[in-house]
């Protein structure tokens, strides 16, 4: 079964701490990762697609990596405006319809 | 640039009533989806669209019911409201689907009493 997980679930940073979120998937066959970022009350901004190991995207103070088991988002020197729950999704070779499986989200708090 | 717009935003609704959520793009973007996002279960998939009159069920697609006469347009309908189905549902499109990101909507929270 495919399956996304994102760890921390939750991650407190004081500004300028960088740090990195976790997305580790299980998928039959990835055809796309996908980064969403999620303020309260309001629909995922889309971040970054990712298709294959080794590819790296940038914007701004975000990272993001892709290995064959997972992606990690990397924030570096955090603001307060950062503070969001990031989604990380894939989508399988499987499916041939567009259907993202998403993780529970990482929410993270960034203090001044 | 309106993108991609849902209303009502706020609905509450009781128990057995049908309520029809609406969803609007203007980017002429061939797929269409809803999700719905819950506590505890993330963002689900409920129904997607291809094109215009290509509808097929998602994850969890009991309950609903859509329609895609127009492009730009995809409603989803509960046709008889639960309390199970209180929920924020989000509609979403992307230009090609397969392989390609999807924008998303701001959302509806429809509470069901």
């Known amino acids: ?112 | 640039d309106a993108g991609i717009t849902q209303s009502p935003r706020y609905k509450i609704t009781e128990t057995g009533r049908q309520v029809t959520l609406m969803c609007h793009q203007t980017w002429s973007h061939s797929y269409m989806f809803w999700y719905r996002q819950d506590l505890g279960h993330g963002l689900r998939l409920i129904y997607y669209s291809a094109a215009a009159d290509i509808t097929d069920k998602g994850e969890v697609p009991d309950g609903y019911v859509v329609s895609r006469s127009k492009t730009e347009n995809f409603p989803l309908t509960l046709e008889s409201a639960t309390r199970s189905q209180t929920s924020v549902y989000f509609c979403a499109s992307s230009p090609r689907g397969v392989g390609y990101e999807q924008y998303f909507g701001p959302g509806t929270r429809l509470t069901v009493t």
Do not use: M
């Not at chain 1, 580790?24 to 697609?49: A, I």
């Not at chain 1, 989508?91 to 001044?112: C, E, R």
């Open chain 1, 1 to 112: 079964e495919d399956q996304v997980t994102q760890s921390p679930e939750a991650l407190r940073l004081q500004e300028g701490e960088s740090s990195s979120l976790n997305c580790s998937y299980t998928v039959s066959g990835l055809r796309g990762l996908f980064w969403y970022r999620q303020d309260p009350g309001k629909g995922p901004e889309f971040l970054f697609t990712l298709y294959s190991a080794g590819e790296e995207k940038e914007k701004e103070r975000l990272k993001a990596t892709l290995t064959k088991k997972e992606s990690f988002l990397h924030i570096t020197a955090p603001k307060p405006e950062d503070s969001a729950t990031y989604l990380c999704a894939v989508q399988a070779y499987s499916s041939n319809t567009g259907k993202l499986i998403f993780g529970q989200g990482t929410t993270l708090q960034v203090k001044p």
